[in-house]
């Protein structure tokens, strides 16, 4: 038998704020999405005043009034400090599924002279000393159940700790469970199964699984055997991705073909950084340019154009080169643009590329050149070496008025502490 574990931070971009700035402790605080657009995280402190999802500038009032701590997105920041809270996870149990940036499965082989509880007590602890950041964690006998609870943990516990394996324990608990808090429970399917009288995962969990299956999909069925304690998922490991798109909307509209092109070469190498990360090569890419759609008192514009390589690249070099070709072709004077992007396609591996027999020498250099790029900004922080394509001042950055600083990947944004 094994134990599931889900591991989750609680708030995870609030906590990450609070990690370096701890004034925002216990006052309530929101991140904002790319533009300083809308609500995308939000303290226990404000969720009952500012839903998620929300428009910032609906709300800005009730923040004011509150005294809420409004931040921009900072993505450099939460990414890194999930590679810390991941790596911890690894240290205690290296059976894990990286589900999201804040989240992962771990699966316990169980032992007689092991308390679970216990460990996922330790993990708690210990990830709170090393990197400040605050998890729950849920143990039980499948993912589904784990999932659950988690729920209860971050919900309705004060040691953030949850255990599930107790078959009295989750009678308990699943006859009050609402089923559009389950995993993989969607909105339209609890319509559908509210029809029917379903509203607790114990209804679910009691139903008759093979007449659901028949009636919605395969899916419905595994997650009734998972909620009767019977694993039907696993681990999964992480799979390369077949498509990689990079894209963002400007902070303020754009009319320049120049600053388009510097703004599609920022994003396309930030694709072949994810491309060479996974150790792949794309074939083709396709590069769209669009007006706001929400500017009705002017004309809307969006088209797309694509190209393919002779042979699977993962220079950024050609990537950059292809995609202004695509860009020059899709671009129209006198329109006011509010977003670029690319996105690269028919990806396959490395190691079963097939190349240019005479190009095989560029090839070699090529790869060399990549890797020593992306050996210098691993080392020194993105952007340390990048081709100048990308531009300097970047007018067309997308807006992050109220950014924290990037505490664990910028050089120029550590604190400084001077002596007295």
């Not at 700035?21 to 402190?45: H, K, M, Q, T, Y």
């Not at 429970?185 to 319509?191: F, M, V």
């Not at 080169?321 to 129209?332: G, N, T």
């Not at 505490?407 to 002596?419: G, H, I, M, Q, S």
């Amino acid at each position: 038998m094994a134990t599931f574990s889900l591991v989750d931070g609680n708030n995870f971009y609030v906590s990450c704020e609070r990690v370096f700035n701890p004034s925002l402790e216990n006052r309530p605080v929101i991140v904002l999405s790319n533009n300083d657009g809308c609500v995308v995280a939000r303290s226990n402190e404000i969720k009952k005043l500012v839903p998620i999802g929300a428009p910032y500038y609906q709300y800005r009032k009730v923040c004011e009034q509150h005294n809420v701590k409004v931040l921009s997105a900072n993505y450099a920041l939460y990414g890194s400090l999930s590679d810390k809270m991941m790596d911890c996870f690894q240290y205690f149990c290296p059976n894990r599924e990286l589900y999201s940036i804040d989240e992962a499965f771990l699966r316990w082989e169980d032992k007689a002279d092991q308390d679970r509880v216990e460990q996922a007590l330790l993990l708690r602890n210990t990830v709170k000393r090393w990197t400040g950041l605050p998890v729950s964690v849920g143990l039980a006998p499948t993912k589904t159940l784990a999932k659950v609870a988690n729920h209860i943990a971050k919900k309705k516990t004060k040691e953030g700790v949850f255990d599930i394996r107790d078959k009295d324990v989750q009678e308990k608990i699943l006859a009050d469970f609402p089923i559009e808090d389950i995993w993989g429970i969607g909105r339209q399917l609890t319509q559908h199964l509210q029809k029917r009288g379903i509203y607790t995962a114990k209804a679910l969990r009691d139903s008759d699984a093979s007449l659901l299956r028949r009636t919605f999909s395969v899916v419905v069925e595994r997650i009734i055997y998972e909620l009767r304690g019977i694993a039907c998922l696993d681990l999964e490991t992480a799979q390369p991705r077949k498509s990689i798109l990079s894209s963002r909307s400007f902070g303020t509209p754009v009319t320049a073909l120049g600053d388009l092109e510097e703004a599609l070469s920022h994003y396309a190498a930030n694709a072949c950084v994810k491309l060479r990360d996974q150790k792949s090569r794309a074939q083709r890419l396709s590069v769209f340019l669009r007006t706001s759609p929400f500017n009705h008192s002017e004309p809307f514009y969006q088209k797309s154009h694509s190209c393919s390589f002779s042979t699977p690249t993962h220079d950024t070099r050609l990537i950059i080169q292809a995609a202004k070709r695509c860009l020059k072709r899709l671009y129209k004077p006198g329109l006011r643009y509010q977003k670029t992007g690319i996105l690269l396609m028919d990806i396959t591996e490395e190691s079963v590329t097939q190349t240019d027999l005479f190009a095989a020498t560029e090839n070699k250099k090529s790869d060399r050149l990549m890797q020593r790029v992306d050996t210098i900004n691993n080392l020194f922080g993105r952007d340390t070496v990048h081709f100048a394509a990308q531009g300097i001042q970047r007018p067309w950055h997308m807006r992050s008025d109220h950014r924290s600083p990037r505490y664990t990947t910028c050089w120029d944004e550590l604190p400084r502490v001077k002596a007295i």
